[in-house]
């Protein structure tokens, strides 16, 4: 697609459950980026893939948290054990990474909104 | 760690006004960007500013950086009210590939 894909786009769940967030980014992009953003709260940095691997996971808040990208392509975050304070959404972000003249800027989805109950 | 800071984090201002929002940062840094977002939307970005001295220019907006002061302003000139948004800076630490956000400002534009 033209932009970054993410879904669900809304996704209500109980406490305890564990949840999916899948983004697929700009054909071509090679950079991946998490990030979450609270209610009236700015942006907080996740987790990073450059290609497959994900040499910077030091935004993860806690080991319930993990991403994976396969392909080089789709990424997925999963939130295990899901709490309320995880309520927040979940931004994902593509850029050119090593894949050309990269000036860093980032290309946002539209994120997806997770409600924890 | 990196810090970046915004001010101010709310503004509300009349049509036809002029005003500045300031993004400092804590460490060396020649990157900075600028995004707007619009309430339950993602980001979008406006500029980015590559080097000390880069100004940039889009309609009514206008970016800049310096370097040595780690100091950017978006300058907004002659608001109207399509403007109201939230607006982020956001920094690269050098060779990071990481953008860290700074809190946003809220601007509200009144008629």
């Known amino acids: 697609g033209a932009g970054v894909s993410q879904s669900p786009s809304n996704k209500v769940t109980e406490k305890g459950k564990d949840v999916e967030l899948r983004c697929d980014p700009i054909s071509g992009h090679t950079a991946l980026y998490w990030y979450r953003q609270s209610l009236g709260q700015g942006l907080e940095f996740l987790i990073y893939f450059q290609g497959n691997s994900a040499p910077d996971k030091s935004g993860l808040p806690s080991d319930r948290f993990s991403a994976e990208r396969t392909g080089g392509s789709v990424s997925t975050l999963t939130i295990q054990r899901t709490q309320q304070e995880d309520s927040a959404v979940y931004l994902c972000?593509?850029?050119?990474?090593?894949?050309?003249?990269?000036?860093?800027?980032?290309?946002f989805g539209e994120g997806s909104r997770l409600t924890v109950l | 760690e990196l810090k970046v800071e915004q001010n101010p984090l709310f503004l509300s201002m009349q049509e036809g006004k002029n005003y500045t929002i300031y993004c400092n940062y804590s460490?060396?840094?020649?990157?900075l960007y600028w995004y707007r977002q619009d309430p339950g939307k993602s980001l979008e970005s406006l500029f980015v500013?590559?080097?000390?001295?880069a100004v940039k220019q889009e309609g009514r907006l206008m970016a800049s950086l310096d370097t040595k002061a780690r100091l950017s302003t978006l300058h907004i000139t002659a608001a109207v009210h399509d403007l109201s948004a939230t607006y982020f800076c956001?920094?690269?630490?050098?060779?990071?590939?990481?953008?860290?956000f700074g809190t946003g400002t809220r601007l509200t534009i009144i008629p």
């Open positions: 972000a593509s850029s050119y990474g090593l894949a050309g003249v990269n000036t860093g800027e980032l290309f």
């Open positions: 500013l590559l080097s000390n001295g």
């Open positions: 460490t060396t840094s020649d990157r």
């Open positions: 956001a920094v690269d630490k050098s060779g990071n590939e990481k953008l860290t």
